[in-house]
Every structure is written in C-alpha cells, then in structure tokens.
C-alpha cells in the first residue's frame, strides 16, 4: 500500500523581519492594490484594484501574483468560512465567488452595489453594505438577500467589521466618515473620524480585531483607532493630518496617500492600502508582538499530513502529526462542500469514509487549512 505524504509548511515567519514603524511590502510597477484587502487565515492575503478590476494574492515577504481579472471595479473581500473568496464588484451588481485552491470564478451572486462584507452570527450568511442605495443587506447561501439595515444616516456605507470580544458588528460611512455601531437591525453612533477639508470626510474601511477597530481616514491620510466603548474617541496610529507621501519609518513620521483598505492581523500589526499609488504597507505598531502572533499561528497551522490510500474507494485514513479536534471538510475542485466530518482522536488517525462520493478528484481540507487532493476511483 502506496502512502502519500505531505508536508505543509507556512511562508509568514516574514513576520520576524519587521520591527516597530511603517514599512512597504507590496511597492512594484504593474501591481495596483489599492482597495480591499483580506486574510485566508493560513498563508495568503488578497488585495483588490478598484481601478484594475483585478485581485491579487500576496504575502508578507513582498511576493505577489496576479489571481484573478476581468472584474468591472474589485471592492470589498472576503475569505469566507468555506475558504472561497468573495469580491464585491459593484459596478456590476455582484459578488463573485473564487475557488482559492483553483483560482477559478465559481459563482455569481446578483446584488446591487456591494462594498463590505461579513460572516453574521458565526453562520454562512453575510451582511453586505449596498453604497449605492444605503443599505445592509442580508446575504443568505442560496444568494437570496434580504433588508437588513435601512437608516437615513446611512451615507454610502463600504467598510463593515466584527469585533467578537463585544459581540458587536460596526458600519462605516465613505461619504461623511461617520461609524456606527449595528445591533439587532438598529444603528447607534460611535464617531465621526476627521478630515482636512470640509465636505471631504471620506473612510476607505474599517477593520476590527477581537477587541479593537481600525480605520483608514482616506483624505486626512492617516490610520486611526476608533475607541468604541467612548463616543468619538478617535486615536491616531500613523499619518501626519493634511501630509501626504509614502515615507516610511516611525509611526510619528511616517506619510500616506488616500490610506483606503484595511485588514487588522492583530491590534499592533495593521496592513493598509492606499489608492494614489496601488501599494501596501504594515504598519507594526511594536517591535515584538508581529513575531510572536506569527510563531502562535505557525504552530497552531502546521500539520504533516499523510493520506492513504490514494486513490481510494470506500475508505481513506488521515494520520496527523498531533491529537485533538479536527475538522475535515471535503471539497469538489469548484470548491462546494460535499462533507464535513467533526473529529477527535487521541491516537493522531482519522478513519473517513468516502462511499458516498462518486468517482473523481476531490480535496480534503483539515482545520480550514491544510488541504490535499484525493482521488476516489
């Protein structure tokens, strides 16, 4: 018996190079990411061109490609919980939905104007903000949606985040960087971040970490923190009010152009976009604390994996490097869910039965992370 063995490995000790400041990881002619940016939780980030209609894939050593084209304008991302990349186009009028693992376009939800998105009540279903209409909407996984917030206060609304210490959800305004925060269907104020001029008041996004929210205020070029628990308690991160520039170095000192995206890794490690150039840079808020998440999420992460027999018919064993709860979701290659087992072992083998699957090339992913193709004859 032929047994394949995998070993998955993670690019992000990159992390370790960087210290307190700002400095530039994606600054290279071609390359625009000047909008939305998100996370896969595991190895890559995506980063969206407005202007392009393109979305590209990097990571934090400065690496990047090309992953997918074609769009009308790339606003908003998300890599949703079964691993799939959403992106907001909304000058179409949809969200198209991307196998990570192939890079193919695999659906298209019709949906008027999206910007943000996010996961609601740890489910499959999404809350979508619609800039165009002033909405919420609720966006079920048979691509039904629904009104969900509908409030005079809304004024072209993008960035929306979760921040799960609180349990709260928070909804920004581009047009008069106001952000709200959203219970139940209803609004309540938070703040209102600043701007150089009047009647330019503009939030690229917004992003939360389990305790915290960031925000990019687009023509103060600076990045703020919004203290929530205080209304209009704004604190500045980097950027010099009214200076733009692309200077890195101390956070004191360092400038930006029309900050736009935003994705919080953690409350001291901040990436940002910004769309007068179409680069990106992280802003490290401490010496110690990027390196440190890192080396928690490397371990957390890596897993040797061995998968036998492959091809297989009725029955395929997982053997994995540690004991504990796992989650092993198989997948078809346009990236739907056809399985999902809970599992825990004491003894590092997981027995899954494959009976039910018809012949063809499936990939089992363990943890949402570690994923391997599996033949089924």
């Not at 990411?33 to 980063?47: A, C, E, H, R, V």
């Not at 690496?63 to 799939?84: I, P, W």
């Not at 979760?162 to 581009?174: K, L």
């Amino acid at each position: 018996m032929k047994k394949l063995v995998v070993t998955l490995s993670t690019i992000l000790l990159s992390f370790l190079c960087f210290s307190q400041g700002v400095s530039s990881i994606i600054d290279s002619n071609g390359i625009d990411i000047n909008d939305g940016l998100t996370y896969d939780g595991s190895q890559y980030f995506y980063g969206s061109s407005f202007t392009q209609g393109n979305i590209y894939r990097f990571d934090l050593q400065g690496n990047v490609e090309e992953f997918a084209t074609g769009l009308t304008t790339a606003n908003g991302l998300l890599v949703h919980r079964n691993g799939n990349l959403f992106v907001a186009d909304p000058s179409g009028n949809r969200i198209v939905v991307y196998n990570t693992l192939t890079a193919q376009a695999i659906d298209t939800i019709s949906i008027p104007s999206p910007g943000g998105m996010v996961h609601f009540n740890n489910s499959d279903t999404l809350l979508v903000t619609d800039w165009t209409n002033d909405k919420i909407y609720k966006l079920d996984p048979t691509g039904t949606y629904t009104d969900y917030v509908i409030d005079f206060r809304l004024n072209a609304p993008i960035g929306i985040s979760y921040m799960a210490a609180t349990d709260e959800y928070f909804v920004a305004n581009f047009n008069n960087s106001e952000v709200f925060n959203i219970t139940g269907g209803q609004m309540e104020y938070v703040a209102t971040l600043p701007a150089t001029t009047a009647g330019t008041k503009w939030i690229g996004f917004i992003s939360c970490t389990d305790t915290s929210l960031f925000a990019t205020a687009y023509n103060h070029h600076q990045v703020l923190e919004v203290h929530t628990n205080q209304t209009d308690d704004v604190e500045v991160i980097a950027g010099i009010s009214g200076v733009t520039g692309h200077v890195n170095g101390s956070l004191d000192s360092a400038t930006f152009f029309n900050p736009n995206g935003i994705y919080a890794i953690s409350d001291d490690s901040i990436l940002i976009s910004e769309y007068d150039r179409g680069i990106v840079r992280l802003i490290s808020r401490t010496d110690t604390s990027i390196s440190t998440n890192i080396i928690n999420l490397v371990s957390a992460n890596k897993l040797q994996l061995t998968v036998y027999p492959n091809p297989a018919s009725n029955r395929v064993t997982i053997q994995l490097e540690k004991s504990g709860d796992h989650t092993i979701q198989v997948m078809d290659l346009s990236g739907r869910v056809v399985d999902v087992n809970q599992s825990r072992t004491s003894e590092n083998v997981i027995e899954l039965y494959t009976s039910n699957l018809k012949s063809g090339t499936y990939l089992i992913r363990i943890d949402g992370y570690n994923t391997e193709r599996l033949i089924i004859e």
